[in-house]
């Protein structure tokens, strides 16, 4: 469930402190902070007007059990955080030195809670299923106006969680208090005679009072504009409601051919069903839209996204959309840099096919400045600060993005990954156990509840796991050779090499990646085969290498040179090397 935090967002002399985005920002722009002058920051500013002492910050800063000359390491975290704040210690806004004891912050702070809106799905009441796509596109258009409102004094829960309550027989309160939200927006559409009807209305959940509702109706032919002047209008009459201080340019990202728009929601559809089936018909729609639009960008975003869910969706080649993928990301951008899906799915596109963390985290800040509800943004903000070694910061993006879409198992499922690679494998169990609440049949799901089992010592919980996600995708070489390495290790040497024979005949007619081969291998202690199948991953740039650094079934090869020697090219994408 989601809840509002209030002291999510703190003000102080001109800076915001976003503590659930692990940020600081200053007139909006985003102000680079190293890890421990962030966290100290963070215990300050919780207590302003108080003493903080040299013990307490080295406790939070470094724990009990690392011993640091304290002078010098308390010392240089206060003047990196200075620096940041652009603050002395002569004349000082903010951060006070009480000589021989500690700090304390003497700037004025504000807490700022958010109003939580939730937009319910909009409601077909035509009947028609050629319809929901329109449904669907009112939905998001009227998310996407709103969460360029006030980021910082409205948060919109994402579409992902609104939809598990779509025709659910609950009144909106319940629904309301179930999400955690302190308004609700509920719509509905109706078709007649090639026209259409829209109505929504605005219901505060603590007292049950509608605060706002309106009607619309609009010539069919007009749905590109109704649904533009819908989305605002809404997110209009939310402002003077919840942010009156804040003027904001609301903007539209679309196209302003009717054809291209109807093309792209039909893409969105299609897309937002996650198998490679509708994947292929997403990318019908959004090219047909590109035709139509060359300068789209929405759908070359969706172009690039579509593309690159493949290399997880299903085994497929990165060689073989890799172009692909990178031409729409760039299209995307091109055509709209100031759209923040172009920027996430460049910051998808770096990560995956490039290995190049840096630009990917910057994409993802970029999209993430532009529309501040995005959770795949805040994910792969995550994704980003985890290969970099930078795991709080990730763990903080991944839990911003469940906050913005709780009841997305995809958002679960990122964080489960992320948690993984953290190596606390027990929140990366709990977070593939929600994922599989909100979505049972989500094999990638299946797949990290195995991968955390086997690394608790649960062999036959997670070979259960494993065996379910199987089934599931069809056999993707993942739960597959993950399953392979489990029995190889527990001593089911003949199953393991059974498994091993099909991934390799499997990989003559068709394109498997090395990396899975590799792992069984390691399983069965084949060291030889085991680098073969490393060298040909990095040669095809298996995207699956991507978590070699931090993935500890690889930790017993981590001395040997030929694994130093590999990690070492990756690096030259800017890949964190671990930690020996």
């Known amino acids: 469930m989601v809840k509002s935090t209030p002291s999510r967002v703190l003000r102080f002399g001109g800076f915001v402190l976003d503590v659930a985005a692990y940020e600081l920002r200053k007139q909006g722009r985003t102000i680079k902070v190293e890890r421990r002058p962030m966290e100290l920051l963070m215990l ?7 003493l903080v002492t040299r013990d307490e910050i080295v406790r939070r800063l470094w724990g009990t059990d690392v011993f640091i000359e304290v002078g010098a390491g308390v010392n240089t975290v206060i003047r990196k955080l200075r620096r940041a704040l652009r603050d002395s210690a002569e004349h ?29 799905p909009f409601e077909n009441l035509h009947g028609d299923s050629d319809l929901e796509y329109v449904a669907d596109g009112l939905t998001e258009e009227t998310i996407t106006g709103l969460a360029q409102i006030d980021p910082e004094r409205l948060t ?31 719509g509905s559409v ?25 009607t619309y109706e609009r010539h069919s032919s007009d749905l590109l504009g109704l649904q533009a002047e819908l989305g605002q209008a809404i997110a209009r009459q939310i402002e003077l409601l919840l942010a009156p201080s804040r003027s904001a340019t609301i903007t539209s990202r679309h196209t302003q051919n009717p054809e291209a728009y109807d093309f792209y929601l039909r893409g969105r559809y299609y897309y937002n069903q996650m198998t490679p089936g509708t994947g292929a018909r997403a990318l019908d729609c959004y090219y047909r839209a590109t035709a139509l639009d060359p300068a789209y960008a929405l759908a ?27 031409a729409a990301a760039e299209q995307a951008l091109t055509s709209g840099g100031s759209v ?11 990560f995956l096919f490039d290995w190049d963390w840096r630009a990917a985290e910057a994409h993802a800040r970029r999209a993430i400045a532009l529309d501040s509800s995005s959770a795949q943004a805040y994910w792969m903000l995550g994704y980003a600060s985890s290969q970099q070694g930078r795991h709080d910061e990730a763990l903080a993006a991944a839990r911003r993005a469940r906050e913005l879409d709780a009841g997305s198992a995809l958002n679960h499922s990122m964080s489960a990954q992320i948690a993984f690679s953290a190596r606390d494998f027990q929140a990366a169990e709990k977070h593939a156990s929600q994922a599989l609440m909100a979505e049972p049949d989500f094999w990638v799901a299946h797949w990290q509840l195995g991968q955390a089992r ?49 991934l390799e005949q499997r990989s003559q007619s068709r394109y498997v990646p090395p990396s899975a081969m590799a792992l069984v291998y390691a399983g069965l202690n084949d060291d030889a085969n085991v680098f073969e199948c490393l060298d040909d991953a990095l040669t095809v740039r298996d995207v699956h ?29 800017g890949w964190q090397l671990p930690r020996n």
């Not at 919109?156 to 308004?183: F, K, N, P, Q």
């Open 44 to 50: 300050l500013v919780s207590r302003p007007g108080e």
């Open 92 to 120: 000082s806004r903010f951060i006070e030195a009480v000589r021989g004891k500690g700090y304390r912050f003497i700037a004025a702070v504000e807490s700022s809670p958010a109003a939580v809106v939730a937009v319910l």
């Open 156 to 186: 919109v829960i994402a579409r992902t969680s609104s939809m598990t309550y779509r025709r659910r027989a609950m009144t909106i309160v319940e629904i309301g208090r179930a999400l955690g939200v302190d308004y609700v927006l509920e």
């Open 190 to 214: 109706r078709a007649a005679n090639q026209r259409f009807r829209i109505a929504s209305t605005l219901v505060r959940v603590h007292d049950h009072v509608q605060v706002w509702t309106e």
């Open 300 to 326: 070359w975003a969706g172009i690039a996204a579509t593309y690159s869910s493949r290399l997880f969706n299903s085994d497929t080649k990165p060689s073989d959309v890799s172009d692909q993928a990178h």
């Open 340 to 350: 923040p899906e172009a920027h996430t799915s460049a910051a998808i596109v770096r």
């Open 454 to 502: 086997q690394q608790m010592g649960q062999a036959e919980p997670a070979l259960e796991a494993l065996r379910e996600a199987t089934r599931l995708s069809n056999g993707n070489s993942k739960p597959v050779s993950l399953s392979a390495y489990i029995l190889a290790t527990i001593g089911q040497v003949s199953e393991a090499r059974e498994m091993l024979f099909d």
């Open 545 to 573: 290498l991507i978590y070699a650094p931090l993935d500890p079934k690889w930790d017993r090869f981590r001395k040997h040179k030929r694994f130093q020697s590999l990690l070492r090219q990756c690096n030259r994408h």
